[in-house]
Nanobody, 115 residues
């Protein structure tokens, strides 16, 4: 059974940093691209970052380019999202996602950027 468990969210001041983690289980992690999405209150869920199965290619939403970095450790079945220079508009619930024909989601982790 596929499980995705996010952690690392919290309250941070503008300009601060957070590192999110997503621990995956129940599938062959190293074979799949992984994604981070986010959903702010009253807004649709949006794709933030993608990383290919080997970690060789990444892609980012324009709104986070140059500030966020997605990475993965296939030995630990974990994908990360390093978030720097955080802005209030980054406030959202962040979700880990894998698409195996069926899309699977974690429970999400809240990130709040506020002074």
């Amino acid at each position: 059974q596929v499980q995705l468990v996010e952690s690392g969210g919290g309250l941070v001041q503008p300009g601060g940093s957070l590192r999110l983690s997503c621990a995956a289980s129940g599938f062959t992690f190293s074979r799949y691209s992984m994604n981070w999405y986010r959903q702010a209150p009253g807004k649709e869920r949006e794709l933030v970052a993608i990383i290919t199965s080997t970690g060789g290619n990444t892609n980012y939403a324009d709104s986070v380019k140059g500030r966020f970095t997605i990475s993965r450790d296939n030995a630990k079945n974990t994908v990360y999202l390093q978030m720097n220079s955080l802005k209030p508009e980054d406030t959202a619930v962040y979700y880990c996602n894998v698409n195996k024909g069926q899309r699977y989601w974690g429970q999400g982790t809240q990130v709040t950027v506020s002074s």
